[in-house]
């Protein structure tokens, strides 16, 4: 049995699978789940577990080059994104539109919902 570190095999597989240059989406629980590719679903109820929750596992035993957010978050959900940054510290976070994070989504190695409810 798996002492520490991320629990979950799917996220596991993805992480240990992934190199330079690959990319996944972590993203909330009205974001539009995309049929391909790889769907891994961690979403238990509104609000667990959040995205923030869910990187900073990941952080944890994971190179994070940069993290892509959406635009309107800078808007909408300040000190989320300021939360974001106290988190990854030196790992840059830039922004795209909702719609340029929507089609990301369909080319990256899988996608991850998660039970976040923040705008």
Do not use: C, W
Not at 24 to 50: N, S
Not at 58 to 66: L, P, V
Not at 87 to 112: F, M
Request: negative net charge; hydrophobic residues 45%.
């Amino acid at each position: 049995m798996k002492r520490s570190g991320i629990l979950n095999p799917a996220i596991a597989h993805l992480l240990a699978s992934t190199g330079h240059t690959d990319y996944f989406t972590i993203y909330d629980q009205g974001f539009p789940m995309p049929m391909e590719p790889e769907r891994i679903d961690v979403a238990v109820v509104t609000g667990l577990p959040t995205v923030i929750d869910l990187l900073n596992a990941i952080h944890a035993e994971f190179i994070i080059d940069r993290v892509v957010i959406a635009e309107e978050a800078l808007a909408f959900s300040p000190n989320y994104v300021e939360s974001l940054g106290a988190l990854l510290g030196e790992v840059p976070v830039v922004t795209a539109s909702h719609v340029e994070l929507k089609e990301l989504s369909h080319e990256g190695r899988a996608t991850i919902r998660t039970g976040d409810a923040t705008s």
